[in-house]
């Protein structure tokens, strides 16, 4: 307990509390292990950007996941576009991906000239299921392409279980995915790492992620042509790696531009962030999972008014990346009111997610109608997300729990 309050008070690095002066921030970044030292030694190093730190950080990374390769780069976003760029997108292609969840998830479709199918989601656990995507691909057959989103930190549905799981419906029917676990590490499922369980898989490491560098991202996938191609479109479309430049014995100057490709390195100053955060993963998940479990005891007597986060998967497989709850209709309040009065409060809330189908653009260029995704809009109606941190104090989280009863019953 001594080490969790010094972490919590030597930490200065809390936008969210500075901006919005929480008592209680929605997200509080914890960086105190061994980030200082290794941030230093890239200083020492004199050179700022992909090198070493970056090689090791995806070489512990791949270990981590236990995939074959993993790919460093500069965002979540751009780990998913290289990946869908990677599995062959073109033009005019159909993408299905679900409507609960981040922006990125659907603009990098856009990024490639190809549309977005927005899929529901199941009730509870906000994931696609086998069932849905089979009843998708019934009204859709023509697309060829799926981004599943690991909503939260749980693994969505992939592997065959009680039921055909999502990889085996896609190979049955031709469909490539693209896993987007921005959400999901550490994550399991049937005792298999998020990053291993398909072809191709996305993580994102900004700032409020279960780990961080700030901004950055990486891509995990076991096909040596993917690898190759994401490698070589990360950086400009260069026939060299990054890094080989400055090692090897040819010339840096002496390269090909093969592609045009983009400008999506991992700067080590991020990298040496990334490999302290990765040291402390397992322990952060822990973390928050203790809270995830002290929602489940003390909110419990409030079921009646409001829906918990449902889980397919033991809680140790699960990333706790999020624990969004849903507001019933016969709740006192609804959920804006609700927000103001946890913020009256001192406490930050989110709203994981505003569904896509809503969005101007993508609600005007598709013409989407909210009736067609009546999971993801009941779930809308009254979702909000509680503060999940790693070392967050029991006094925190009975002071939480206290203010939603009051805020409730009164
Ligand atoms: C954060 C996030 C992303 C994008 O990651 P960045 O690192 O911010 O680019 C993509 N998808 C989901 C579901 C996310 O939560």
Redesign the pocket.
């Known amino acids: 307990m001594g080490r969790h309050k010094n972490s919590f008070k030597n930490n200065k690095i809390s936008l969210y509390r500075l901006k919005k002066n929480f008592k209680i921030p929605f997200a509080r970044v914890s960086a105190s292990g061994n980030e200082q030292k290794y941030i230093e030694e890239v200083l020492q190093s004199g050179w700022l950007t992909t090198a070493g730190k970056a090689a090791s950080f995806e070489e512990k990374f791949a270990e981590a996941t236990k995939a074959k390769f993993a790919c460093a780069v500069n965002?979540?976003?751009?780990a998913?576009h290289l990946g869908l760029e990677a599995l062959g997108v073109k033009p005019g292609d159909r993408v299905f991906v679900p409507s609960m969840?981040?922006t990125?998830?659907a603009e990098i479709i856009r990024y490639l000239q190809a549309n977005p199918v927005f899929l529901d989601t199941e009730y509870g656990t906000n994931l696609v299921t086998p069932e849905i995507l089979k009843d998708a691909i019934k009204k859709n057959p023509d697309v060829r392409f799926l981004i599943v989103?690991h909503?939260g930190g749980q693994a969505a549905q992939m592997l065959t279980g009680d039921e055909e799981g999502i990889i085996d419906v896609c190979k049955r029917y031709g469909i490539k995915i693209l896993e987007?676990a921005?959400?999901a590490f550490p994550a399991r499922l049937n005792n298999q790492m998020v990053g291993s369980l398909g072809e191709v898989a996305?993580f994102?490491?900004?700032a409020n992620?279960p780990i961080t560098t700030g901004?950055?991202?990486m891509l995990t996938t076991s096909n040596n042509e993917i690898y190759e191609r994401v490698k070589k479109m990360r950086l400009h479309g260069i026939d060299r790696d990054v890094w080989d430049r400055f090692t090897d014995d040819k010339p840096s100057w002496e390269y090909d531009v093969v592609e045009a490709g983009y400008k999506y390195n991992m700067p080590d100053v991020n990298a040496a962030i990334g490999l302290a955060q990765l040291e402390k993963a397992e322990e952060f998940r822990t973390e928050r999972q203790r809270v995830a479990e002290y929602y489940y005891e003390h909110l419990a007597p409030l079921k009646h008014l409001m829906d918990l986060p449902v889980t397919h998967v033991p809680f140790r497989d699960h990333a706790w990346h999020l624990f969004p709850v849903v507001l019933k209709e016969n709740a006192p309040l609804n959920r804006n009111k609700f927000i103001e009065k946890m913020a009256e409060a001192g406490i930050g809330t989110s709203v994981h997610y505003k569904p896509l189908h809503r969005m101007t653009y993508y609600k005007n260029k598709y013409q989407l109608k909210a009736s067609d995704y009546p999971n993801t809009e009941k779930t809308w109606r009254g979702n909000v997300s509680l503060p999940v941190f790693p070392y967050m104090h029991e006094e925190e989280l009975s002071y939480i729990c206290e203010t939603i009863g009051k805020i409730f019953i009164g």
């Open positions: 965002s979540g976003t751009a998913l969840t981040f990125a998830s989103v909503y987007d921005a959400h996305c994102s490491f900004y992620k901004e950055g991202g």
